[in-house]
């Protein structure tokens, strides 16, 4: 949780743990009932829904120290978790 703003492979994480990929897979969804990448979607999303209601950051700022790759990639996740876009979420939220 600390961390989720970093760029994380499965990879480098399972490997952590001392596990290989598949087996971090299958113990995170077990464990959570969620895939590691829907949680730590959740993570950047549920930070950048604070940040977009308490601050007057740019979207794309926010994006990007939410860990979002592009600003492409984070409207669509984001909208598949709130069901609308970024800006729309700050205008209704203010």
Known sequence: ?????KSLS????????AMSTSYFCRFFKNSTHLSFIEYLNGLRVSKACYLLKNTNKKITDIAFDCGF???TQFGRIFKSFTGTS???YRKNEK
């Open 86 to 88: 970024p800006l729309k």
């Open 10 to 17: 499965l990879d480098e994480i399972s490997s952590k743990f």
């Open 69 to 71: 790759g592009t600003i």
């Open 1 to 5: 949780e600390n961390n989720f703003n």
